[in-house]
């Protein structure tokens, strides 16, 4: 198995300088929670030369007043960059990365002036190569625990052949990204995978008055950032989370799937399955399979060939559809998820997550009608060692 681990290093402002990166959020909201998901020295979250080695991919939060400063302070070996191209990514309105493309030989160094200051921007190499056809599973993970994580990948090479995996690992406190490779090396069928450390903050959502704004901006980031390098040339990507395992209605893999989809993708609708009782959760995700006497629908997700049209035009903007502003002028789905695809079902699995509490099931609501589904438990031992 080829498995390693990197770190996006990326570009910050140190915090003496006087420069920031502003929001759009007005000024009266911005409360401690806003603070939270508000990096606002963050210029760049990784650079990674791109697979034919003639120039660099540069993945960022929205840049919004710091774009002029890196667009006039780039340097590459010291001199302005030429071929300087910049791409918006956008959800619900609102913008959620940029990512910025330019030309420059291997070897050279990259920096950014900025006031009499000047920031060296690190560089790595391409993933491209090492999953050039694969069938590959990409998620962002915070401390799930190492045995879901290894359930979640060998269902999914059990249901439908994945055979690479990309997880970032974003500032988890209860293991090291080291136990993270050792677990995914146990799982048969792995050809490829990678763990890589994101040290950034991860985002979330602003309520407001008549809006809400989104500010998911790092998995947006991530989403375009694996699109261009790590998955660039993948068969299909699957985008879900620990606690989704995607069940197969017939024997048709979810990656053959969207490569047969004409819009490049697919979406994949969800329902929340339980284990018997409140008490047993947390648990891993072989123990849900108990449901309601009706269905508690989850948002979907999706999987997509990364060199489908829309995929390439407006990014993978959102964790529920990989279509953008271009799906919406061409085939009028706006930012909405296509209709899921009836032969696959995301069992979304409630007590395999580390947000759960006691108090997080009884807000929501614990079904008192719960059956043991023996279809469900058949295709869950998938998951099992």
Known sequence: ??????????????????????STIP????????????EDRVVVYDAVRSADGQGLILT???????????????????????????HRIFRGGN?????IILRAPEGAGITMLIGDHELVLPVRASETDAFRGRRLLMTISRNNDLDWITEWVRFHVRAHGADAVVLYDNNSDHYRPDDIVAS???VEGLAVARVVETPFAYGGDLEMP???????????????????????EARAVLNCDIDELVIPKTQQSVFDAACRAALGGITIG??????????????AQHHHVWRPAADW????????RPSGIFSRLDGWNGPHAFGGRWMKWTVGLGEKAPPPHPGFQMAHCKGASTAWKPGRFIQSGFPKDLTRDPDLERVLNLARP
């Open 95 to 99: 913008q959620q990365s940029d990512q």
């Open 27 to 38: 000024e009266r909201y911005r409360d401690e929670r806003f603070h939270l998901l508000h």
């Open 60 to 86: 960022c939060p929205p840049l919004y007043n710091l774009w002029p400063a890196l667009r006039d302070g780039l340097r590459v070996d010291g001199k302005r960059p030429s071929g300087l191209r910049r």
């Open 297 to 304: 629908r989850s948002a979907p997700k999706w999987c997509a």
């Open 210 to 232: 008549n809006r809400r704004n989104f500010a998911f901006r790092l998995q947006t980031a991530i989403f375009n950032l694996t699109r261009r390098d790590i998955a660039a």
């Open 270 to 283: 969800g329902i929340w399955v339980f284990p018997a009782t409140l008490d047993a959760a947390p648990c």
């Open 184 to 186: 995914l090396a146990s």
């Open 1 to 22: 198995m080829d498995i390693a681990k990197f770190t996006l290093r990326g570009m910050v402002i140190p915090e003496h300088l006087p420069f920031r990166r502003e």
